[in-house]
């Protein structure tokens, strides 16, 4: 009887996984330890690579679910973004990729600093001068992504990690995201609502703008230690982020207060970001001084 071979599949089964796959990896070439994080599509995981003992994070995505997700979509979203080569200082590396007939597999550099809310809930807020760093490194990539045209979309406390001297890494970009859609108003996002833009909430076409509204929400979030508009009842958050006016507890500096209702501006057209993206003048004012 032939040997079945699980990473070879029908080339109807094939994803592909553009300049990062690499064709010789398969899952035996690693000791997986741990799992480090559970989503929406599969799990991440600490491994030890055999051939020379050094750890990464290895995110395995269940085609199965994927496509169960009406994610045909999805999946060329997600190539889109694999097939350019993504480097940046703050976003995670990815190594190289490789599918078997069920799975892929990206292999991701293992941040180990934790994520950066976990930091937040433990020390409840952060100084200005600290939530300005954050900010300015996740500007800065989410800023590097758009020049690429990709929209990152997702951006929320989990996302955020930090790596051992305690910048920013932003990580799950463009891997299987563009087709979570809110479901309705009043049903349940995956994921946090917190963090979504009005028009997302409103199921309305976005663009690169509702990333600055993550920011926004982010940032807040490092300052005043809970997210703009938030409450335990959800749907009355969503009245919030929908129509309520933006308040800010005092005690913040003008240029913080300043970003916050530029990027927390629930008008798309009229929100920081929206002309010049991350070269506009109003980001670098909060971020520079
Ligand atoms: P999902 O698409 O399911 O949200 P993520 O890529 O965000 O998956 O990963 C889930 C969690 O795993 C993250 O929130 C983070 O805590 C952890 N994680 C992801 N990538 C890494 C990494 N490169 N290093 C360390 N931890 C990671
Ligand atoms: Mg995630």
Same mark, same amino acid.
């Given at each position: 009887m032939a040997h079945y071979n699980p990473s070879v599949s029908s080339p109807s089964d094939e994803v592909n996984l553009g300049v990062s796959v690499n064709p010789h990896a398969k899952p035996t070439d690693f000791d997986f330890l741990a799992v480090i994080g559970k989503g929406t599509f599969g799990k991440v995981l600490l491994a030890k690579l055999k051939a020379d003992g050094k750890f990464y994070a290895v995110k395995v995505l269940q085609k199965k679910v994927i496509l169960k %997700? %009406?994610?045909q979509k999805n999946i060329m979203a997600e190539r889109n973004v694999l097939l350019k080569s993504l480097k940046h200082p703050f976003?995670?590396?990815?190594h190289y990729s490789f599918q078997t007939a069920e799975k892929l597999y990206f292999v991701l550099d293992y941040v180990n600093g934790g994520e950066l809310f976990y930091h937040l809930q433990r020390e409840r807020c952060f100084s200005e001068a600290r939530a300005r760093f954050y900010t300015a490194e996740v500007a800065s990539a989410i800023g590097y992504l758009h020049s690429l045209n990709i929209v990152?979309?997702?951006l929320k406390p989990e996302n955020i990690l930090l790596d051992h001297q305690g910048h920013?890494?932003?990580t799950d970009f463009g891997l299987c995201k563009e087709g979570i859609e809110p479901e309705g108003t009043t049903t349940t996002f995956c994921g946090t609502p917190e963090y979504l833009a009005p028009e997302i909430l409103r199921k309305e076409p976005y663009d690169r703008t509702v990333d600055w509204w993550c920011l926004g929400a982010v940032l807040y979030e490092?300052?005043?230690s809970l997210p703009p508009f938030y409450s335990r009842d959800v749907s009355e958050m969503y009245d919030g982020i929908l129509h309520k006016p933006l308040q800010l507890p005092p005690g913040k500096s003008q240029a913080s +207060?300043?970003?916050?209702?530029?990027l927390l501006q629930k008008d798309q057209h009229r929100r920081i970001g929206a002309i010049a993206d991350f070269v +506009?003048? +109003?980001l670098e004012v909060f971020?520079?001084?």
């Open positions: %997700k %009406k994610e976003l995670v590396g990815l990152y979309r997702d920013v890494v932003l490092m300052l005043y +207060s300043h970003l916050l209702y530029g +506009s003048d +109003s971020v520079i001084v």
